[in-house]
Nanobody
């Protein structure tokens, strides 16, 4: 069982930066692939970035490439999403998720989800 709590969201102007954090409970955290997803009003939830259990493999969606970076610290049970050059279209609720399926980018493979943190980017 893994419990996830996101933090770090807020209101930022376009071009600004935010760093999202996800605190995970559970002694087996290091075994899980971790991901960040987001959902904007009226839109489906979409993948932002994924990181393997060892942090040796990362995947960033096209919308995030070059601007966002996912990382993790297994010693602290933490996952991060550094977001730079934010755009108004990045406005969404951002969710942290954990998958026991190994390296995956499929939302259905993620077993545990946080409650989300709101990110609002003003123009």
């Amino acid at each position: 069982q893994v419990q996830l709590v996101e933090s770090g969201g807020g209101l930022v102007q376009a071009g600004g930066s935010l760093r999202l954090s996800c605190a995970a409970s559970g002694r087996t955290f290091s075994r899980y692939t971790m991901g960040w997803f987001r959902q904007a009003p009226g839109k489906e939830r979409e993948l932002v970035a994924v990181i393997s259990w060892s942090a040796g493999t990362t995947y960033h969606a096209d919308s995030a490439k070059g601007r966002f970076t996912i990382s993790r610290d297994n010693a602290k049970n933490m996952v991060y999403l550094q977001m730079n050059s934010l755009k108004p279209e990045d406005t969404a609720v951002y969710y942290c998720a954990a998958s026991g399926e190994g390296a995956t980018v499929v939302a259905g493979d993620f077993d545990y989800w946080g409650q989300g943190t709101q990110v609002t980017v003003s123009s």
